[in-house]
């Protein structure tokens, strides 16, 4: 079998737009996978981003740039989108001389895969938009962060028919991990899913934060408690592989003093975005209001801004230093 059966994937034009932190090492990972002679075309509006991407491609590897997305839309079948924010998503697909949308040609019907994590509203309107010009769209958000989208681990969340799913299928496996590439129901359910998801985690750490601050307090060691915790009722993730107290577990975020991984402000959007959710829903939520404040506070604390989301543990505590157990 050669290298292009191997992954499935048709011999057609791609276009990714995004080539930030996440979208550089997917779309790189994208290209080694699809056939050798598709044409990859990227637009980017970071120009030092695009002289970085094609410095490390080859002529061989026919990847060539588009000045906006308009662009992309002319020329390719199949379109990733990897943006920060739902307005930029927004103005991507819809400005009326550079959008997506502008370009797109009635002639043929282009597969959008919107990687972006933004909120579900935006989204489904973007996808009305898409599907009422006779094009087809997923939201498929991703986790697994850098070192995920690098080594082309990571989870997708998909939201659409069962017939896009497949169809997406092959491009997700070409930039995650076969076996985390999740259908999630219909358009906008790739989106609820990360947001839940993310929402359960962060409200997951904040009571791992506040029970090693309390074990701190009354003087427990916390690898005991961690022991303890592993084994009982207490036990999640976080507790065993990503406890906050440093040297606990040597691998966790904590034991590099929290440098890189989820941002306090990253996890702040999604958890709103989430909430936000649950509202449009009518989910009821006690923690909502507590939740809310806690991260507004902690992405305006020097201990959490711009570091991982787990430093909430230095905030709660209100400690500067991490202690050493290792
Ligand atoms: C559309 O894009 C143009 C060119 O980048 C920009 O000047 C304009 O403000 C955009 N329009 C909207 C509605 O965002
Ligand atoms: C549980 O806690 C200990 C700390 O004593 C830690 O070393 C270990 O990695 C934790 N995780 C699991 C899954 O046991
Ligand atoms: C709050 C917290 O630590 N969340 C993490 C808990 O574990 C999950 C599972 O891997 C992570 O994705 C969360 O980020």
């Known amino acids: 079998m050669s290298e292009d059966q191997e992954w499935n994937l048709p011999n057609v034009t791609y276009g990714f737009i995004g080539i930030g932190v996440m979208g550089f090492p997917m779309a790189q990972n994208l290209r080694k996978r699809i056939p050798k002679s598709a044409q990859l075309v990227i637009c980017e509006v970071v120009e030092a981003q695009v002289k970085k991407f094609l410095s490390e491609t080859e002529p061989k590897d026919r990847v060539s740039v588009a000045s906006t997305p308009k662009e992309i839309a002319e020329q390719c079948d199949i379109i990733i989108t990897m943006l920060p924010k739902g307005p930029h998503v927004q103005e991507v697909f819809t400005n009326k001389s ?51 989208a690098v080594a082309g681990t990571l989870t997708f969340m998909i939201g659409g028919s069962e017939e896009l799913f497949n169809e997406v299928r092959p491009l997700a496996e070409a930039m995650g991990k076969k076996e985390n590439i999740y259908h999630c129901g219909k358009q906008g359910a790739g989106l609820a899913t990360k947001q839940i998801n993310n929402y359960l985690g962060f409200v997951s750490m904040l009571g791992v934060s506040e029970a090693f601050n309390m074990g701190r307090l009354y ?11 592993n084994v009982s009722t207490g036990r999640c993730y976080n507790s065993s592989s990503e406890n906050p107290v440093k040297g606990v577990t040597p691998t966790a975020s904590a034991s590099k003093d929290f440098e890189g991984g989820f941002s306090t402000e990253l996890c702040q959007g999604v958890v709103e975005m989430a909430l936000q959710l649950g509202e449009q829903v009518g989910a009821k939520s006690v923690l909502r209001d507590v939740v809310l404040k806690t991260l507004a506070e902690a992405s305006e604390d020097p201990r959490c801004k711009g570091k991982d989301y787990r430093s909430i543990y230095l905030h709660l505590a209100d400690i500067e230093q991490n202690e050493n157990h290792v």
Do not use: Q, W
Not at 133 to 138: L, P, S
Not at 219 to 229: D, E, H, M, R
């Open 219 to 229: 003087g427990l060691n916390p690898k005991t408690l961690a022991s303890v915790v």
């Open 98 to 148: 550079t959008g997506l949308l502008a370009g797109a040609p009635s002639s043929k019907s282009i597969l959008f895969m919107e990687c972006s994590t933004i909120d579900t509203l935006t989204s489904n309107k973007v996808n009305d938009l898409v599907t009422e010009a006779g094009h087809r769209f997923v939201d498929a958000p991703v986790s697994g962060g850098y070192n995920g």
